[in-house]
């Protein structure tokens, strides 16, 4: 068993206004599943994009707006939203205070496609060194 102290992990800026803390990865010795925490101002958030896995977007604190594939939802403390593979989403701080999600990849490392850009992003792999 590996314990990991999340205290002692650092949080990145993924974009202006929100920052991650990425808990599980292929860094921490996973194999299956990658899971993250997002802290995001109002009105930002993660544009649409998809990941060819599921994942799980949980509400931690804050108010938000998750969208799948067109369709939308607002989602609160406690609110959980699977996404099936290859679905685009999104979502964003739709409060006036801070938004605090927790994410669940069913990867060890962080791929996605995003609308607005032509490359896959990739995160968290080994060799990083992030």
Same mark, same amino acid.
């Given at each position: 068993?590996?314990?990991? #102290?999340?205290?002692?992990?650092?949080?990145?800026?993924?974009?202006?206004?929100?920052?991650?803390?990425?808990?599980? +990865?292929? $860094?921490?010795?996973?194999?299956? /599943?990658?899971?993250?925490?997002?802290?995001?101002?109002?009105?930002?958030?993660?544009?649409?994009?998809?990941?060819?896995?599921?994942?799980?977007?949980?509400?931690? *604190?804050? @108010?938000?707006?998750?969208?799948?594939?067109?369709?939308?939802?607002?989602? +609160?403390?406690?609110?959980?939203?699977?996404?099936?593979?290859?679905?685009?989403?999104?979502?964003?701080? *739709?409060? #006036?205070?801070?938004?605090?999600? /927790?994410?669940? $990849?069913?990867?060890?490392?962080? @791929?996605?496609?995003?609308?607005? *850009?032509? @490359?896959?992003?990739?995160?968290?792999?080994?060799?990083?060194? $992030?």
């Amino acid at each position: 068993m590996k314990l990991i #102290d999340h205290n002692n992990q650092p949080c990145r800026d993924w974009r202006p206004g929100v920052s991650t803390r990425m808990r599980i +990865s292929a $860094l921490t010795g996973a194999s299956a /599943l990658s899971i993250f925490e997002q802290w995001c101002e109002p009105g930002l958030g993660a544009p649409t994009h998809w990941h060819p896995v599921e994942e799980v977007l949980t509400v931690l *604190s804050g @108010e938000a707006e998750i969208w799948i594939d067109g369709e939308r939802f607002r989602a +609160s403390a406690g609110h959980s939203a699977l996404i099936t593979a290859k679905r685009r989403h999104g979502f964003r701080n *739709s409060g #006036d205070g801070e938004l605090h999600m /927790l994410a669940v $990849l069913a990867s060890p490392i962080f @791929e996605a496609q995003f609308d607005d *850009s032509p @490359e896959v992003t990739r995160r968290w792999a080994l060799g990083d060194g $992030l």
